[in-house]
């Protein structure tokens, strides 16, 4: 770990030598292209699937979904962020707790849009500053190594980085082309985290609808669940309200008996 700063300045030392300044350019355009993706996945193709499967206003799901966004920007983590976004869906969306409990951590582990649009940009960026010539069977495999390395994602910082060495074996790119985007990986993962559990919330959002499982007075109160979760922060008294919940009918003073103990 030490020793990666040194590995990646070597790494780009030597491309840079190669490539000029057109590695800074190509950079560049690397984190346009992966930032407006990122962009037109959420703001447009979600909002349409939401839009279309369950009716749900999409201002309202957009304000709601800001403080998820805001603690999965900061920490980089779609798994540290599950509290938030639990929270989220039950309190201020008025999704019941049985489609909450189980879509949010599920997608929090498997559920990476954002990294899937990862492994597909990076590929086709290293391919391109390495030369390399994609048919369209390797194009192929690459949606479908996008896709499954994204599903085996971990849910903490980086950790898409280190998938696209699966998808840059199977389309015979050099594994070294991953220190070429390490630098400014750290803000670009920032930003797929955000997209990947606003992904979960909108999903849950549309099962719970289908289902019958959502409160529909508490998902247009705008002020719903904002004690419990504001900016990011938990109030100690929701906590409380929160672990009874998940403590299956566990209430008051049987409670306290068990947080004791
Ligand atoms: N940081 C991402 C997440 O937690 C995973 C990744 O793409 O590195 O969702």
Do not use: C
């Amino acid at each position: 770990m030490n020793l990666a700063p040194y590995g990646v300045f070597a790494l780009l030392t030597n491309a840079m030598a190669e490539l000029g300044l057109d590695l800074i350019w190509s950079l560049l355009g690397y984190m346009t292209v992966l930032v407006g993706a990122l962009a037109f996945h959420f703001f447009v193709t979600m909002m349409i699937v939401l839009k279309l499967f369950s009716g749900l206003s999409i201002k309202t799901s957009l304000v709601k979904i800001r403080e998820v966004q805001i603690f999965a920007f900061s920490t980089a983590s779609s798994n540290a962020t599950i509290p938030i976004t639990l929270r989220t869906v039950t309190k201020r969306m008025g999704v019941d707790n049985s489609v909450a409990s189980f879509t949010i951590p599920f997608g929090a582990t498997i559920n990476m849009d954002g990294g899937a649009i990862l492994q597909g940009t990076a590929t086709i960026f290293i391919a391109n500053i390495y030369g390399v010539d994609l048919s369209i069977t390797e194009y192929l495999t690459v949606i479908l190594m996008s896709v499954l390395a994204s599903i085996g994602t971990a849910g903490v910082p980086g950790v898409g980085l280190i998938m696209l060495a699966m998808v840059f074996t199977q389309v015979g790119l050099p594994i070294e082309g991953i220190g070429l985007i390490l630098g400014v990986d750290r803000i670009l993962d920032m930003l797929r985290t955000a997209v990947n559990v606003s992904v979960d919330v909108a999903v849950t959002a549309i099962v719970a609808k289908s289902e019958g499982k959502m409160d529909l007075a508490i998902y247009n109160d705008p002020n719903a669940g904002s004690k419990d979760i504001l900016d990011g922060h938990i109030d100690e008294n929701s906590e409380r309200d929160f672990s009874e919940v998940f403590s299956d009918g566990i209430v008051g003073s049987e409670y306290d008996d068990i947080k004791r103990h």
